[in-house]
Structure formats: structure tokens, C-alpha cells
């Protein structure tokens, strides 16, 4: 069929890590059993104080008169429920101390369509033959974002600094001395906390992005989905912040609403009232299932104290116990090293000198029943030439810790069999 395909269609059509990805998780849930160890996808878990709360919702909605038609059977506006966006706007200025209103904010079917919208909506060919391109600061990033474009790919990324801290810990930090942002930049663009890293960047490294951003006309985008104030996955601290020169989106994926594909940006009034337009286009409307089963939550406030109180010890607990499973198998037999764990869902691995490539460990984890995500796909955008980064894209695995602990701690286990397996081979 390539033959016959537009240049969109070549890009959109053939494949991608995302869909690798997405394919194998799909296929993990539903088959179930304890035969696949599911430790690739982003799936959140299913916290039961949580899974409690949506039940809750579905029957009241059920239960008030006209609810569950309005739900199902209306079409919404393009930038999504008026009374969701109204009750949202309220809650960041009332929290935070923003100045926003329901013009800078635009619903989404699902995060990973609002930066479909966004990147190509800044980015690309221009009219007059140029292009515009997506500065990522901080390499590896989310794989999501990689084939987005619709045409030739628009991302510049810029190698992290590794700062390797005691002997089985490491942590990416913004290499700022090697940021250029050129004429042709339209965006600069970075997860917090990052996917699929677990890294935050500081405050004080936002601040520099968005001075940047500032300095040369152009919104910093910040990937918010596992961010604060919700679903606020983050273990450590980090202010949230927006102003008209960022783009900020959220997501009620994280929240535990996957499902409802709800994805939301904030962004002044023009961005806003563009990515509106681009939903119409695509879409018609949004889904308004998300909108109704959470506006409550945020009319109440009720949405920040379950993220705080609730989803984020939740996974704490989750990503100390990875890590202490972690220790457990490969303490003293395996060279390792894991990024510090400051937030999201993942466990980031970085195995020095592995004789295979972490593609080929994802491969061999495969058939064993153990499925993560190879490294390689989140080093985009980075030039050629960067044998190092290259090199180290190679020895990277991201490992999801949301499910059951069964689940988690066999997989670990198995893990590092492989590995062990794979460095006696090296050495033979």
C-alpha cells in the first residue's frame, strides 16, 4: 500500500514506537493472566479510593434527571463543556493565583491529540518555504511526540548533562550552554515530570525555559500530564506555573480516567481558540464523558485533595517498592543505574556497557513474557553525529511499576536474568 500514500500517510500509517507500544500494552490487558508482566505501557493503575470516586460519579449522573443523555447523547462546543471550563478557570485562580478564564482553556481528545494540534499548528513549512521546528531541551523525552509531524519530523533535541550520583543512581539536567534557539524554533517543548524519565525539572530550571521562550517570542509548552495540581504524581517539590507564554497541558489520563481520552490546554486566548478550531475540524466536538464525570470534582476542589491525598502517596509507595525489588535482584551482580524517581510512573534504567542493545533486551524480554520499552525510542531529534548519546540510547529501558506487585516484582526478577544473561555472553 506505500506506494499510494501521502506524505502524511507515509508518516502516519506505517508504524510507529508509540503504536508498539500501545499495541502491547492493549493486547497485555486484554488477555490478562499472569503469564505477560505488562511493565511498557503508561498505564495508571487502578487505585480502589479512586476507582470508588468515578463509580460514585456514574451514579449520580444516572441517578440526576437528564444526565446520562446529556452525557452521551449532546454534542459539546469544540473547546469543550462550558461549566467544566468555567468551574477549571475558577479552581487555578482560586489555588494558584492565575489570571485565566474559560477563552484560554481548550478540551482535547486525550493529551496526545493536543500536541498533534499544537506542533503542527507551530511548526512545519511555512508559506514562504521555510521551517519552523520544536526545540526539546532535555533528550530523552517522551515517544509520543516523535511521528507527530505530518511532514518531515520538526524536533531539535539538545543531550542531556549526566550527573551520576553514589553507585547505583544518575540524573538528567539541562545542558543550557548548549541550547540555541535559532530563527526557525517556533516552540520549545518539555514533559514535567518527564516522560519517561521521572525526571522535574526545578523551578528554577522553568524559569530559565520560559525566559528563553520569552526572550525570543515564542510559548514554552510544558507536557503537564503527570504533573501538579493534578493528577499530581510528583515526589518532589515543583510550582506549577503558567502565563501567556506558556502553552500548559493537563490530562484526567493520569487522574485514572484513561478511557475518557480527556486531554486539556491552557494557553492565551489565541492558542486556545486555534486548538478549538482544530478540534471542529478533526473531531467535531470532544468527548464529553471525562468533562462529566470530573466538573464536580473541580467545582469542589475535591480533585486536588484526591490527587494530593491520595494518588499521590499511592505512587510513592509504588516507585519505592520498584526500586527496593530493583536492589534486591541486581545489587551486587549487575551494573545498573536508575534515574532518580521524581515523579510519573516509570522506572528509567541505564545498564553501562551492555553487549546488546536495549531493543534487543526488549526482544529477549518479549518471549519471556516481560514486556518494557526500549530507550532508543525517546532519543529523537538529536544529530547524528552524537555518538555518545548514540551509544547511551542503546543501554536505556523504561519500566512501568503500576501494576499489580506480583506483576512488578517478577518482572524485575526476570529483567535481571536477561541482563545477566546477556553481560555472561559478553564476556565470553
Not at 22 to 42: I, N, S, T
Not at 179 to 203: K, Q
Request: glycine fraction near 8%; aromatic fraction near 8%; include cysteine.
Amino acid at each position: 500500500m506505500s506506494e499510494y500514500l501521502s506524505e502524511l500517510g507515509q508518516r502516519l500509517c506505517k508504524g510507529s514506537g508509540i503504536e508498539e507500544l500501545m499495541d502491547d500494552l492493549g493486547a497485555a490487558l486484554a488477555e490478562g493472566g499472569d503469564d505477560v508482566k505488562m511493565l511498557g505501557g503508561g498505564q495508571p493503575a487502578h487505585i480502589p479510593e479512586v476507582n470508588a470516586v468515578w463509580r460514585k460519579r456514574m451514579e449520580e449522573i444516572m441517578a440526576s434527571s437528564g444526565g446520562l443523555e446529556r452525557m452521551l447523547s449532546n454534542y459539546e462546543p469544540p473547546r469543550g463543556n462550558t461549566e467544566f471550563l468555567g468551574a477549571l478557570a475558577k479552581l487555578l485562580n482560586q489555588t494558584l493565583g492565575w489570571d485565566i478564564t474559560a477563552k484560554n482553556i481548550a478540551i482535547t481528545a486525550g493529551g496526545q491529540t493536543a500536541f498533534f494540534f499544537l506542533f503542527n499548528a507551530l511548526a512545519g513549512r511555512l508559506d514562504d518555504g521555510s521551517q519552523k521546528k520544536i526545540l526539546l531541551p532535555l533528550v530523552p523525552e517522551y515517544i509520543g511526540y516523535a511521528n507527530q509531524s505530518v511532514g518531515e519530523s520538526v524536533f531539535v533535541g539538545v543531550p542531556p548533562l549526566i550527573e551520576k550520583i553514589g553507585e547505583h543512581d544518575f540524573k538528567y539536567r539541562v545542558d543550557f550552554d548548549s541550547i540555541e534557539v535559532s530563527d526557525d524554533i517556533a516552540a520549545i517543548c518539555v514533559s514535567r515530570p518527564t516522560n519517561p524519565t521521572g525526571n522535574t525539572l526545578t523551578d528554577e530550571e522553568i524559569a530559565r525555559l520560559s525566559q528563553l521562550a520569552k526572550d525570543h517570542h515564542i510559548p514554552l509548552i510544558i507536557d503537564n500530564a503527570y504533573g501538579a495540581p493534578f493528577p499530581n504524581i510528583i515526589f518532589t517539590e515543583a510550582t506549577p506555573v503558567w502565563n501567556e507564554a506558556i502553552v500548559l497541558t493537563l490530562s484526567l489520563s493520569k487522574l485514572g480516567l484513561p478511557g475518557t481520552r480527556t486531554g486539556i490546554v491552557i494557553a492565551r486566548e489565541d492558542i486556545a481558540s486555534a486548538v478549538a478550531s482544530m478540534s471542529a475540524i478533526v473531531g467535531l466536538a470532544n468527548g464529553n464523558v471525562g468533562q462529566a464525570i470530573v466538573e464536580p470534582l473541580v467545582r469542589s476542589g475535591e480533585i486536588l485533595t484526591m490527587s494530593k491525598e491520595v494518588i499521590c502517596p499511592f505512587y510513592i509507595q509504588k516507585s519505592r517498592q520498584a526500586r527496593e525489588w530493583v536492589r534486591e535482584f541486581f545489587d551486587d551482580r549487575l551494573p545498573y543505574r536508575i534515574h532518580l524517581s521524581e515523579g510519573a510512573l516509570f522506572l528509567w534504567m541505564w545498564f553501562e556497557d551492555l553487549p546488546i542493545s536495549s531493543e534487543e533486551l526488549y526482544q529477549r524480554l518479549k518471549a519471556r513474557g516481560v514486556l518494557i520499552v526500549s530507550g532508543h525510542y525517546f532519543f529523537f531529534g538529536l544529530k547524528e553525529s552524537d555518538q555518545r548519546m548514540a551509544q547511551h540510547s542503546k543501554q536505556c529501558i523504561r519500566v512501568t511499576y503500576t501494576m499489580e506487585e506480583n506483576t512488578v516484582k517478577e518482572g524485575i526478577r526476570i529483567i535481571s536474568e536477561e541482563l545477566a544473561i546477556a553481560y555472561r555472553e559478553g564476556t565470553l
